[in-house]
């Protein structure tokens, strides 16, 4: 029964780079949510998907941050051109969002740490 | 706008202690309220989840409670134990809408 599952764990980018980050859900999840923890600060919400489907992205920087989840396939959250100050830890949860109850709690993956150089 | 405090910033018990973290947030009309663990340089160890009509969940040495007309949740760990050293991270999810708010932390030191 694996869980969150994220990778790569670890990302170096040159500054003007692309930087593409996965996630895969727990098994029989369909909702998953990014978000950015900077150095010495809280998580920052970033963006909630449903498959196919962007739910609410009010937390993501307008320019050169995407996001998607496909019918198959992980979570793709997706830098480009990144610069310095998009280093950061990458977090992605997810969670089943049937109903009420224990349904909406959050799991999170161990994260993606990307360092721009 | 959804603000979430959560004081003290840090706080070093001795092992055995009881102690309780505080978590408070400015918008009552919220949907359910977490409590995770993180551990440095790790993810992010869901804890336990308050329903916006519960008033406490338990788990082993860990009781959180919710009083969501004064905006407050407080986490008590009973028998602390070096193990427990981590930071603890309080998360509000509104309703009407699907943006989760975190506070700072709590960073916890149980000292042996």
């Known amino acids: 029964n694996a869980g969150v599952m994220q990778n790569p764990r670890h990302l170096v980018r040159r500054r003007g780079q692309e930087a593409r980050l996965r996630c895969s859900p727990m098994k029989g999840h369909s909702h998953v949510y990014w978000y950015r923890q900077l150095p010495e600060e809280g998580l920052k919400f970033m963006v909630y998907?449903?498959?196919?489907?962007?739910?609410?992205e009010s937390g993501m920087p307008k320019e050169r941050f995407s996001a998607e989840f496909p019918k198959e396939g992980p979570s793709i959250l997706r830098i480009q051109q990144v610069v310095r100050g998009d280093s950061a830890a990458y977090f992605c949860?997810?969670?089943?969002?049937?109903?009420?109850?224990?349904?909406?709690?959050?799991?999170f993956g161990p994260g993606t740490r990307l360092t721009v150089l | 706008k959804q603000e979430v405090t959560q004081i003290p910033a840090a706080l070093s018990v001795p092992e055995g202690e009881n102690l309780v973290l505080n978590c408070s947030f400015t918008?009552?009309?919220?949907?359910?309220l977490q409590w995770f663990r993180q551990d440095p340089g790790k993810g992010l160890t869901s804890l336990l989840l308050?329903?916006?009509?519960?008033r406490e969940q338990t788990s082993g040495r860990l009781n959180a409670s919710l009083d969501k007309s004064s905006g407050r949740s407080t986490l008590y760990i009973a028998a602390s134990q070096p193990g427990d050293s981590a930071t603890y991270l309080c998360a509000v999810r509104n309703t009407g809408g699907f943006k989760t708010i975190f506070g700072a932390g709590t960073r916890l030191f149980v000292k042996a």
């Open positions: 918008d009552s009309a919220i949907y359910n």
């Open positions: 949860a997810s969670s089943l969002e049937q109903g009420i109850g224990t349904y909406n709690e959050q799991f």
């Open positions: 998907l449903q498959k196919e489907n962007i739910i609410d």
């Open positions: 308050i329903q916006s009509s519960q």
